[in-house]
């Protein structure tokens, strides 16, 4: 998918995933800053593979990442808290669309994966 695709799919679905009252109900995201331990592993991560982010931004970042990702990666469920339906590939193009960049997109995936086993 194309980065303006990638864009327009974010923009579709914008309103629940910055909405931080809207959850999915089988497989919230998980709060990371509960777990220092892990954000501070999953940012030292993602600045071994060129990440380019401050620790807030990337912090920010990974919040909408695991909104987006974590039902259909984890939970293996593929709706979307609006009643529609994705898989892994469309909800990784939605975050590319919102952090601009399908690279910077897998760069928030691995320093996740290369910590704990995401999938």
Same mark, same amino acid.
């Given at each position: 998918?194309?980065?303006? %695709?990638? &864009? *327009?799919?974010?923009? !579709? #679905?914008?309103?629940?995933?910055?909405?931080? $009252?809207?959850?999915?109900?089988?497989?919230?995201?998980?709060?990371?800053?509960?777990?220092?331990?892990?954000?501070?592993?999953?940012?030292? %991560?993602? &600045? *071994?593979?060129?990440? !380019? #982010?401050?620790?807030?931004?990337?912090?920010? $970042?990974?919040?909408?990442?695991?909104?987006?990702?974590?039902?259909?990666?984890?939970?293996?469920?593929?709706?979307?808290?609006?009643?529609?339906?994705?898989?892994?590939?469309?909800?990784?193009?939605?975050?590319?669309?919102?952090?601009?960049?399908?690279?910077?997109?897998?760069?928030?995936?691995?320093?996740?994966?290369?910590?704990?086993?995401?999938?």
């Amino acid at each position: 998918m194309r980065i303006q %695709e990638a &864009r *327009k799919l974010f923009k !579709k #679905n914008e309103e629940w995933i910055m909405n931080p $009252n809207v959850k999915h109900k089988e497989y919230p995201a998980p709060d990371i800053k509960e777990d220092q331990k892990s954000l501070k592993l999953y940012f030292e %991560e993602y &600045r *071994k593979i060129k990440g !380019k #982010n401050n620790f807030n931004n990337y912090t920010k $970042n990974l919040e909408v990442f695991f909104k987006i990702t974590f039902p259909v990666f984890v939970g293996g469920c593929a709706d979307k808290p609006n009643g529609e339906f994705w898989d892994r590939v469309e909800a990784m193009s939605c975050f590319s669309g919102f952090v601009g960049s399908a690279r910077e997109a897998q760069r928030y995936l691995t320093s996740v994966d290369n910590i704990h086993a995401y999938t």
